[in-house]
């Protein structure tokens, strides 16, 4: 059995991970060791569809240390006139990059990668089934409590019937090796972001419309991409989606109304204006985008599938027939599993969670920062609340609420508050940043920020209670 030792022992390379480390590099001395299954570093996006991007522009992903992208905007397609989304391909690439010249760049980060943790300071080879034991003189790093499921590799939850033919998005891209087999109809199961990349995938590389079927168990409400824009140049659209939405927020009675009032300010869009959304996962997209799925009209809302049979699917709550010869396309996974919060800094232990919704990238950079520069636990746990998942509308309450307590925090700490705002991947913070004492106009932005902020703040509670 090899020996070695480390102040801090990482567990996952992906993206939470990355971020952890590039932070506490810079906060600290402490040698760090990481240990992931993947062959090369990134997460899950080792393992996603071919056409996957970012659904919030590449500003706001990565580590702190090094830009994800140029910086562009994107001057045709589905995202023109907005910041760059970084394909899948430009991630994992990025990662790799980060990994080799900025991670073990510093001499202070070792990594192991294809390899399994087992749990007591052990690792094991996958290749070569020799295991590790670790000396940790700080703690140990959980990056995989919050890790996302991807269609590759999840299993369905659903029986499926000798014959149908079923694939996960990943191999769509690959329907050329089998012109002969060109599938009669498409039929896509779930109603996620992955979902809603399949549809658009299908549409945009040539799929008529009327042979696409979507099973979608619930509708979602999503973030108008226009209102989550980095730079000085989109401060309207992104301060001012903020101020909407803590005004909406302190207004409104109940939480309906505050989607509702957020769709008409812009902030929130929905595919179908006659369905009500039950589903908020923080999915963004462009109104383009919004254009292309309202061009499916075959959408099948009985709820989840339990089985594909060859001659259609059966629903919690009905039967849909589907044209012979149809090809399944999985994507039901979940992308974040819904897991109850747990403290972040522990003796021994930090588990990676969201301290900003929906900023993973954002809130590991921020855990490592405060694990470098405080020395207490249990003052981190107090500049490091932990947010809920978004799953349903009223948890945008909640993870709303949870964001203003840490900003609140934040701001009451000088050094931390001036970190985050020189931050690359706090975008917002520069924006309202670059506003100068003459430009009344924005002025009078900010200022209703700070007005509505608190009213929300204080409306929240009783929105809760209500829902």
């Given amino acids: 059995m090899n020996r070695i ?23 600290s001395d402490a040698h760090i060791t990481i240990v992931d299954r993947h062959g090369k570093p990134g997460g899950h996006w080792n393992d996603a569809y071919g056409f996957v991007s970012l659904h919030q522009p590449s ?4 580590v702190n240390s090094t830009p994800l992208g140029t910086g562009r905007i994107d001057d045709f397609g589905i995202n023109k006139g907005l910041h760059e989304l970084a394909s899948g391909p430009e991630v ?63 299993t369905p939850r659903f029986a499926v019937a000798e014959g149908v033919r079923m694939v996960p998005p990943n191999d769509l891209p690959l329907l050329w090796r089998t012109p002969d087999a060109r599938p009669e109809a498409f039929v896509v199961l ?65 939480l309906p109304d505050v989607f509702l009032q957020l ?38 809302r009985l709820g989840r599938a339990l089985a594909i049979n060859p001659d259609g699917v059966a629903l919690e709550h009905g039967r849909a027939p589907m044209p012979e010869g149809a ?19 522990e003796p021994g232990r930090i588990t990676l969670q969201m301290v900003r919704m929906p900023q993973p990238a954002f ?19 107090q500049l490091c609340i932990p947010s809920p998942l978004a799953d349903t509308p009223d948890l945008f309450a909640r993870c709303t609420l949870a964001n203003m307590m840490n900003q609140m925090s934040w701001s009451r700490e000088p050094a931390l508050n001036a970190w985050i705002r020189g931050c690359r991947l706090d975008g917002f ?39």
């Fill in 5 to 27: 030792e480390t102040d801090y022992l990482v567990i996952g390379a992906g993206a939470m991970s990355l971020a952890f480390v590039d932070s506490l590099l810079d906060a």
């Fill in 59 to 62: 500003a706001f992903y990565g």
């Fill in 92 to 154: 994992s690439g990025y990662f790799d990059r980060v990994m080799r010249q900025r991670l073990l760049g510093s001499g202070r980060v070792s990594y192991f990668p294809m390899s399994d943790y087992r749990g007591d300071r052990r690792f094991v080879s996958l290749l070569s089934g020799e295991e590790t034991e670790v000396q940790v003189a700080r703690k140990i790093v959980d990056a995989t409590y919050l890790s996302p499921s991807v269609p590759s590799t999840h």
């Fill in 190 to 254: 779930g109603a996620g972001k992955t979902a809603m990349d399949t549809l658009i995938w299908l549409i945009t590389s040539g799929a008529a419309p009327e042979r696409i079927y979507w099973v979608a168990p619930r509708d979602s409400w999503l973030l108008n991409r226009l209102r989550v824009q980095p730079g000085p140049d989109f401060f309207h659209e992104s301060i001012g989606g903020q101020v909407a939405q803590f005004k909406a927020l302190a207004e409104c009675a109940t």
């Fill in 263 to 300: 769709e008409r300010d812009g902030v929130m869009l929905r595919i179908d204006p006659d369905v009500t959304p039950t589903m908020f996962h923080y999915a963004t997209m462009s109104t383009g985008e919004i254009e292309i799925l309202g061009k499916v009209r075959n959408v099948i």
């Fill in 327 to 345: 090809l399944y396309i999985d994507c039901t996974a979940s992308a974040l599993t819904a897991r109850p919060p747990v403290p972040i800094f």
């Fill in 363 to 381: 809130s590991a950079a921020v855990i490592g920062h405060i694990e470098g520069t405080y020395a207490d636990d249990d003052r981190k746990n």
């Fill in 429 to 467: 913070g520069k924006v309202a940043g670059s506003v100068g004492p003459d430009d009344t106009d924005k002025l009078a932005v900010l200022q209703q920020l700070r007005t509505y902020a608190p009213a929300a703040f204080a409306n929240i509670p009783n929105l809760l209670i209500e829902a």
